[in-house]
């Protein structure tokens, strides 16, 4: 019986950190969405709130690798 609650408080704590992971990440998406320009702004960041985790790994994979290409690109630019 022991056995069986150190294996379900285990879990509970990997979902714990699992958890945690996943709204760091998202705050950090949605900090990105509120402090850059691109098209759509306002749809995204609804995106952002209504699907949550979901919606910040679809914002991770089409704006925001945009957002960092494009400032990587002035960056270099700008030391030309």
């Given amino acids: ?3 069986i609650f ?3 408080s285990a879990f509970v704590l990997v979902m714990l950190g699992v958890g945690l992971a996943a709204f760091v990440f998202w705050l950090k998406m949605l900090i ?4 850059n320009d691109y ?3 306002g749809v995204w960041i609804l995106i952002l709130f209504l699907f949550n985790i979901p919606g ?3 914002f991770y ?3 925001y ?3 960092k290409a494009k400032k990587i690109t002035a960056k270099s630019a700008s030391h030309e």
């Fill in 61 to 63: 994979f089409i704006p």
């Fill in 56 to 58: 910040a790994f679809v």
């Fill in 32 to 35: 990105a969405a509120i402090r």
């Fill in 65 to 67: 690798h945009q957002i």
């Fill in 6 to 8: 150190g294996v379900m």
């Fill in 1 to 3: 019986m022991e056995a």
């Fill in 39 to 41: 098209e759509h702004k």
